[in-house]
């Protein structure tokens, strides 16, 4: 009798071990708030990409109704948000996604049609999503540097070469960021 006690308390032990175990692993679908928050940031960066992209035909239509020179720069930093915005855009589907593939389930979608997964969705870790967001970052920095400049007045010497220092800097952080990437993909080779 005592033996047989004894067994029923190990597989209590043991069944709530495998039920706590159960719940812990399924918590993770939590985490699917942060992927539909991520596909809603998306629809709102698209829409703001959209909007830049009718604020650069807005400025020609009305450069053209009063009979002024179309402003190019005004234009530009329009255009140069809007790649921007839609860039962030695609950014965070992309980012869902890999987090939908590291914490739910990789999906059938492409298994089931033999599509082959593309490289910008192969995803290992949370570094390898980090190294992502990372270099986007520093695109979006770089985008909206070069926004700021096409609109900077260069009034002295010295704003020109504040204007170069960013520039160097820039293409050193993102130079940085490329080799970094590189690197990281040799050493899982």
Do not use: C
Not at 42 to 65: M, P
Not at 137 to 152: A, P, Q
């Amino acid at each position: 009798m005592e033996n047989f006690l004894s067994l029923k308390l190990i597989y209590l032990k043991i069944a709530r071990k495998k039920l706590f175990e159960g719940l812990l692993w399924n918590f993770r679908y939590t985490i699917l708030v942060a992927i539909v928050t991520l596909i809603f940031s998306s629809l709102i960066a698209f829409y703001l990409g959209f909007n830049s992209t009718i604020e650069a035909f807005r400025e020609i239509a009305d450069a053209r109704q009063h009979n002024e020179s179309i402003p190019s720069n005004v234009i530009l930093v329009h255009i140069i948000s809007s790649i921007d915005e839609f860039l962030l855009g695609i950014i965070l589907i992309i980012f869902s996604l890999g987090i939908y593939e590291l914490f739910i389930s990789k999906l059938d979608v492409l298994q089931d049609k033999d599509i082959p997964y593309p490289n910008w969705l192969i995803f290992r870790s949370l570094e390898d999503l980090k190294g992502v967001l990372t270099k986007v970052i520093i695109i979006i920095l770089m985008v909206y540097f070069f926004k700021s400049v096409v609109v900077m007045k260069f009034d002295t010497p010295l704003s020109i070469l504040y204007l170069a220092t960013g520039i160097i800097l820039i293409a050193l952080a993102n130079y940085i960021s490329h080799k970094h990437g590189a690197e990281h993909k040799e050493h899982k080779k």
